[in-house]
């Protein structure tokens, strides 16, 4: 991975995996993933959001790795998989299933997080029989199942037809994001984060974004734009607990309310005061213990019993 696409040292450089694997989807979609501590240990399966990569997860990593099994993949055309065709919420569900495959050992199940487009594939996943067998609990960040476009704030003007095609015109757009400028990492910071994050969160997010291809962001956005997954949400049967950034401009804590009433088996939103869309990043301690408290409850004690 180049240095570019993360920092290099501190809680958001990336720790080195105690084994990388590559992972064939059912399309061919070739897939990077990485498994972090003890094979042994109680499993935990990440899926970052659009234009990030297995990089955002860092210091989510570091922690849970000390006594967990902790499964990152970069979702297609991001990170280290090569980009494909096939930009549909199908092939989200096809990779991460692919990818529970490969790296759960038979009967073994796993507290499965998604960040943003990371939570919509754990959506699109919900009716696929290998994701119900293996997924013990969930934790969706900051995302939504549809309208994310018409309730995105990141143009602050009262909502309507005029605000949701400026809208789809800055999150479709096609410019190249070019270097990791103080300029840059000013809209990123407005865009994604609240108000009150530390440089160094920006600026760790910022690399990130700003290595994703600008024709796979372009893809997924246009995919994001038509997104409709309430179907979705309503199949998701796994305990779900799900956090939420007041401040967030992309997916606006509407989103989190209305899944929550949508779930069959909502454990709660935990909303983040003036935090943004990037909560990982933005409030590691609070996203990793919400992690743990999922696995201690459903698959240390549970699944152990």
Not at 32 to 46: F, R
Not at 193 to 198: N, R, W
Not at 240 to 250: K, M, N
Not at 254 to 278: D, I, K, Q, S, Y
Request: aromatic share 4%; with cysteine.
């Amino acid at each position: 991975m180049s240095r570019l696409t993360h920092v290099s040292s501190g809680p958001y450089a990336p720790p080195a995996a105690a084994r990388e694997l590559t992972v064939a989807s059912a399309d061919g979609a070739r897939l990077h993933v990485e498994v972090h501590g003890p094979e042994d240990a109680p499993a935990v399966v990440l899926a970052h959001g659009w234009t990030c990569s297995t990089a955002f997860w860092a210091a989510q990593i570091r922690d849970l790795a000390v006594d967990h099994k902790v499964i990152a993949y970069d979702q297609r055309g991001h990170g280290r998989s090569p980009a494909s065709p096939a930009c549909t919420t199908d092939g989200l569900a096809d990779d991460l299933e692919a990818v529970l495959e490969a790296t759960l050992a038979k009967g073994e199940k796993a507290v499965i997080a998604g960040h943003s487009m990371g939570g919509m594939t754990v959506m699109a996943s919900a009716e696929r029989a290998v994701f119900r067998e293996r997924a013990a609990a969930v934790l969706l960040c900051s995302t939504g199942s549809s309208r994310l476009v018409a309730e995105s704030t990141v143009v602050p003007m009262r909502p309507g037809r005029l605000r949701t095609r400026l809208t789809q015109h800055i999150l479709g757009s096609r410019a190249p994001l070019g270097p990791v400028t103080p300029v840059a990492l000013k809209i990123l910071k407005y865009g994604t984060m609240g108000p009150g994050s530390a440089p160094h969160m920006v600026e760790a997010c910022a690399r990130i974004v700003h290595a994703c291809p600008r024709r796979v962001r372009y893809a997924w956005s246009q995919v994001l734009d038509l997104l409709d997954l309430d179907h979705g949400v309503r199949q998701l049967a796994a305990p779900t607990a799900i956090v939420t950034g007041t401040a967030d401009r992309l997916t606006p804590p509407v989103h989190a309310h209305r899944l929550a009433a949508a779930l069959p088996n909502c454990l709660g939103v935990t909303e983040l005061p003036g935090l943004g869309h990037m909560t990982p990043v933005e409030a590691p301690e609070a996203v990793t213990a919400k992690i743990r408290e999922l696995v201690t409850t459903y698959v240390q004690v549970k699944e152990g019993a």
